[in-house]
């Protein structure tokens, strides 16, 4: 009886990715093509504006994912990951876009987008092995501002075929299927910033019904409100008189 909405839907999660990929308008790959997003060649094309925008913000100024969320529980440990949210789960978050104006135009034009944020690894920051929550949605990766030692800042996600080693770098971005196995490593001295957005993933027909309701049960649940009400906090914090 005290199981949230979200542990509900992580109990029916199974059947309710079997149907997804059913129904789904994309084949079931850790990395997806990009041409099947036309808004990401419009980030590409202004990704220094946006990169702009997200290193304006210090470090200090964003909160460890670890601090707003501590259902991320053991992946958010290390509280050098940290999280500056734009939107999520049909929350805008008015004060961080008007510090990221030129993004958030940008965020606009993305169809059925689910959450958006500047995504920061700090220098030694370790994200443990992980999958995300539902096939109903994919993940994107902009990178920003990459570390000039590329080969140890990357991600490893575990495909089918075979191990995806990515190293993030300027400009560039992948989308992916957060569902597979992944693990992420910054062994540099330098910090790492990218916006990271997730999308549902195209479907047909029933699977689309289903996943709105599945979002609509995750955007309700403790685990969303929870990072809600940190953040509303951190805002009204931040805007307190002196």
């Not at 202004?46 to 470090?59: C, F, K």
């Not at 993004?103 to 995504?119: D, E, H, K, Y």
């Not at 990178?143 to 770098?169: F, K, M, Y």
């Amino acid at each position: 009886m005290r199981k949230s909405l979200f542990q509900i839907g992580k109990d029916l999660r199974p059947k309710i990715d079997r149907l997804i990929m059913r129904h789904s308008l994309l084949p079931d790959q850790a990395i997806i093509e990009k041409d099947y997003f036309p808004w990401i060649d419009v980030l590409e094309r202004n990704w220094e504006h946006i990169r702009d925008e997200a290193v304006r913000i210090r470090t200090q100024e964003i909160p460890s994912l670890g601090e707003i969320s501590p259902d991320h529980g053991r992946i958010a440990a290390d509280r050098r990951w940290r999280s500056f949210f734009l939107e999520g789960y049909g929350y805008r978050r008015a004060e961080n876009c008007a510090r990221a104006p030129f993004t958030a135009s940008l965020l606009n034009r993305i169809p059925n987008l689910v959450t958006a944020c500047f995504s920061v690894l700090e220098a030694g920051c370790h994200i443990p092995r992980h999958y995300g929550m539902t096939k109903g949605m994919l993940t994107y990766h902009l990178a920003l501002q990459a570390p000039t030692d590329r080969a140890n800042c990357h991600i490893n996600i575990e495909g089918p075929d075979r191990l995806h080693v990515i190293s993030w770098e300027n400009g560039n971005s992948f989308m992916f299927d957060d569902m597979y196995n992944h693990e992420v490593w910054n062994d540099t001295s330098e910090d790492r910033y990218i916006l990271l957005i997730q999308v549902q993933r195209p479907c047909r027909g029933v699977a689309r019904l289903i996943q709105n309701f599945f979002l609509f049960c995750v955007r309700h649940s403790r685990f969303v409100q929870d990072i809600k009400r940190q953040l509303d906090h951190q805002a009204d914090r931040h805007h307190a008189p002196a």
